[in-house]
């Protein structure tokens, strides 16, 4: 599963092949959207953001296309004119002079009117987006500070995509680790300096690996979302059982919680 810096890896890749460039060809599969081709005929595409796992691709007439390719949905990069030879089926085609982004099996597809993005169900329902680079440390303490965040465990906290949006898995690790904080401890018992950490680290660690470029490919996690690089974002205990911590030496031990497997330094992290 990709989290936020995949996710939003993958979106720059899409956003650089059409982004700026007038829209030559407009289709959509769903007969609702039909009315929107012509609409959109030799528009711009002037952002495409990841906001979670959706996608919003936002046009210079007004108009937002939110997608979320859910479990089967992929964005394609073509030449303009060229489709690729797939049995998936093409859902929406957004072409240029130049390229083509080509949505294939996504179902959650809509299109709104750009003020009124914010209230899709969706976008309703998750946090704010660690890689906002609006979003402080401060609101961070703050949200962990809410009732309905305070009295939960970090381990799945950290995972709620209702707490803080693009968050994951490998991240989870990392950050805890970044913030010397165990996994079973609740944000209600952590005092100031702990959690203000605890905010920093929830936000740098995404930043850093997103602005990196790649992390070590990791089993489980899907390849072709990763790249391996000598300079990239380096994890320093997910998926290192058995290695010793880079801050301790103490082994990194793994765990499950919430399901998914966690990896920790028991001394550093308190
Ligand atoms: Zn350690």
């Known amino acids: 599963m990709p989290e936020g810096p995949e996710i939003r890896r993958a979106a720059d890749r899409i956003a650089a092949a059409v982004v700026g460039q007038p829209l030559r060809v407009v289709e959509f599969a769903f007969p ?3 009315h929107y081709e012509s609409a959109l005929l030799g528009r711009r595409i002037e952002s495409i953001t990841p906001r979670g796992k959706a996608l919003l691709t936002r046009f210079d007439c007004g108009l937002t296309l939110y997608s979320h390719n859910q ?7 073509a030449s303009a004119g060229e489709r690729p030879a797939t049995t998936r089926s093409l859902r929406v085609a957004l072409e ?13 597809v809509s299109i709104w009117r750009s003020e009124e993005i914010e209230q899709h169900p969706f976008l309703q329902r998750i946090g704010p987006d660690v890689l906002d680079a609006t979003l402080q440390p401060e609101a961070v303490a703050a949200r962990l500070a809410l009732p309905r965040f305070r009295g939960r465990g970090l381990a799945a906290l950290l995972l709620d995509q209702g707490f803080l949006a693009g968050m994951g898995n490998y991240l989870r690790s ?3 680790f970044e ?13 100031d300096a702990e959690r203000a950490r605890l905010a920093e680290a929830l936000l740098a660690v995404p930043r850093r ?15 072709d979302y990763l790249t391996d690089t000598a300079e990239g974002f380096r994890f320093r205990v997910f998926d290192r059982a058995g290695e010793p911590c880079p801050a301790c030496g103490e082994m990194v ?5 919430a399901g998914r497997r966690l990896y920790a330094c028991d001394r550093c992290q308190r």
Do not use: C, M, N
């Not at 479990?71 to 990069?77: A, C, D, N, S």
């Not at 240029?96 to 959650?108: E, F, G, M, P, V």
């Not at 031990?253 to 919680?257: H, S």
């Open 174 to 176: 990392e950050v805890l």
């Open 179 to 191: 913030a010397g904080i165990a996994p079973d401890r609740r944000p209600r018992d952590l005092d």
């Open 253 to 257: 031990t793994r765990t499950e919680a």
């Open 71 to 77: 479990l089967y949905g992929v964005w394609r990069v």
């Open 96 to 108: 240029t002079a130049r390229k083509a982004i080509l949505l294939y099996s996504a179902s959650d």
């Open 32 to 34: 609702g959207l039909k």
């Open 209 to 223: 690996s997103y602005l990196t470029r790649g992390v070590r490919k990791a089993r489980g996690l899907r390849a």
